[in-house]
């Protein structure tokens, strides 16, 4: 990659963080961003220990997290409109495109917006 700005999607930073050393290469020394989204998904899961809870902390001590605005707002609206993605996925693809970035993911559901986002889809 280039090394402009990637925004990853959960479940990159899942894979990544359970060992997956091809993606984990890909993204070293990418200039990676999360949205607020992705923060809040990560430390949500239902069944996450203390252990799972204190790595992704310090994940998220590192990467910029892409807050929600009135310019991303209004661009998730007009991306779920367009294509139907949920609105978690929405505010993902707007965050992405607010950065000027690539977004990063292994969720298909966001090839409904390849057309108006960079997607780099991650295939297992």
Do not use: C
Request: zero cysteines; hydrophobic letters at 45%; glycine letters at 4%.
């Amino acid at each position: 990659m280039d090394g402009s700005r990637l925004l990853v999607d959960t479940n990159i930073i899942l894979y990544a963080l359970k060992g997956d050393e091809e993606l984990t290469e890909l993204i070293h020394d990418q200039d990676l961003y999360i949205s607020f989204i992705t923060r809040i998904e990560l430390l949500s899961f239902p069944k996450i220990d203390v252990d799972g809870i204190k790595l992704i902390e310090r994940f998220l001590e590192q990467v910029p997290v892409v807050e929600s605005n009135p310019v991303i707002n209004a661009d998730a609206i007009a991306l779920r409109r367009k294509s139907g993605l949920e609105v978690p996925d929405a505010v993902i693809a707007a965050s992405a495109r607010f950065i000027g970035g690539r977004l990063l993911t292994a969720d298909k559901d966001f090839q409904k917006v390849e057309e108006e986002i960079e997607l780099l889809l991650w295939k297992r």
